[in-house]
């Protein structure tokens, strides 16, 4: 059986996508007031980032194993509708530990929705592979960009406690699934059974070529949610800025990581995934350094074109991950989405220390050197597109 170009489905997940990552790019963004409420230390902010990524992110390869041992599907519904409920309950948390529960229990959310997710779209994509993945990454980056400008806009207008309305999406969603369960999980049940039937082994090289990989996605996510963390902590808690100029901030550049995952899709396909992640990884080093030289809207067309060229990559490395262990693509997908970015997020706690030591532009500032690793660990990876010649 032949795997088809389902757009119908794709953007279903695409939507729950969307909804369940607003909770978890909404976190960062409200560090600044989270670390006001409970008069933290910038390195008890940052545990409570590295608590959600480890959550969220390092333990989704378990999520994406057992996904592969037997289908999950309701992992879709009740993993947005945990991450929804363990952010929102945050302005309720009078205590540090509860608010590291109730990260926990987002993360958690977080972590059993994107393995699934991912493994399903993977059925629908046909042979535009990067394409068909990027119309269901397109619905993570877009939750990324709504969620800091979404929370940081009810905390401004009307309090830290009506947070709590974040909520409704992640119940508008798991209504909207449940009234179509049926005809998804039937679609998907068989195009699972094909792609079970179709995979084959594993290249002997593949785990050096996976490690290099999740290498890069360390690295590109580091940027990333560095970028997200360290902007709002800089306008708002070192310039005494505005809040909403940190949010429109980091929007922008997440709202250009939306297009660039949609735009650059088709380049991938037709170039090649390789020549596409060397070039954009490439790019995104020369971009950086302009974030801290330029202002006013200058500076939000930077933050665009980064957001544009670097999180682009993000579907192409799924797919990369997914050719590499065809008959694990739960593992994959975690090993990718999960892992290598909670790695990242990992890292960016150690920002937390520089910023306690050295000052937050300092924190900020060392995030420049990132993106040119991973173009070097790019030009080193040994692998060959489906259509195309190993570079």
């Excluded at 909804?19 to 409200?30: E, F, K, S």
């Excluded at 679609?187 to 996976?210: I, P």
Aim: aromatic residues 10%; hydrophobic residues 55%; glycine residues 10%.
């Amino acid at each position: 059986m032949k795997r088809e170009f389902n757009l119908k489905i794709l953007l279903l997940l695409s939507l729950g996508h969307m909804v369940t990552d607003i909770y978890q790019g909404a976190l960062p963004a409200i560090l600044p007031f989270l670390k006001d409420h409970l008069d933290l230390s910038y390195t008890a902010a940052g545990a409570i980032l590295m608590a959600a990524n480890f959550t969220s992110s390092l333990i989704q390869p378990v999520f994406g194993y057992l996904s592969d041992k037997k289908e999950k599907a309701f992992l879709l519904p009740l993993g947005c509708l945990m991450a929804g409920i363990g952010l929102t309950l945050l302005p309720l948390a009078s205590a540090y530990f509860w608010t590291l529960v109730l990260v926990v229990v987002s993360g958690l959310g977080i972590a059993s929705y994107h393995p699934e997710g991912y493994k399903t779209a993977s059925y629908f994509t046909g042979e535009r592979q990067v394409t068909g993945m990027a119309f269901f990454s397109v619905g993570g980056n877009m939750g990324f960009a709504i969620g800091p400008i979404l929370a940081i806009s009810l905390i401004t207008y009307l309090g830290f406690q009506y947070l709590l309305l974040m909520i409704l999406p992640a119940i508008g969603f798991v209504a909207l699934i449940l009234a179509s369960w049926k005809k998804i999980h039937s679609k998907a049940h068989g195009a699972r059974q094909a792609a079970r039937a179709a995979a084959g082994a594993a290249a002997d090289k593949v785990y050096l070529t996976l490690a290099t990989l999740v290498g890069i996605v360390v690295v590109r996510s580091w940027t990333q949610l560095g970028l997200m963390t360290y902007i709002p902590f800089y306008y708002i808690n070192h310039l005494k800025g505005d809040p909403l100029y940190a949010g429109q901030l980091v929007s922008v550049f997440l709202l250009g990581g939306a297009a660039g995952t949609l735009l650059g899709a088709p380049l991938a396909d037709r170039w090649g995934h390789k020549l596409y992640l060397c070039i954009t990884m490439l790019l995104s080093s020369a971009i950086l350094p302009l974030v801290f030289l330029l202002q006013g809207p200058a500076l939000f067309l930077a933050m665009g074109a980064l957001g544009l060229v670097m999180i682009s990559t993000f579907s192409v490395t799924i797919v990369m991950a997914q050719a590499l262990m065809p008959g694990s693509l739960g593992m994959a997908s975690g090993l990718m989405v999960g892992f290598a970015i909670g790695a990242g997020g990992v890292c960016v706690t150690l920002l937390g220390v520089l910023a306690d030591n050295f000052g937050v532009p300092f924190a900020l500032k060392s995030i420049s050197v990132l993106p040119f690793a991973g173009f070097l660990l790019s030009l080193t990876l040994s692998y060959k597109s489906p259509r195309h010649s190993t570079l």
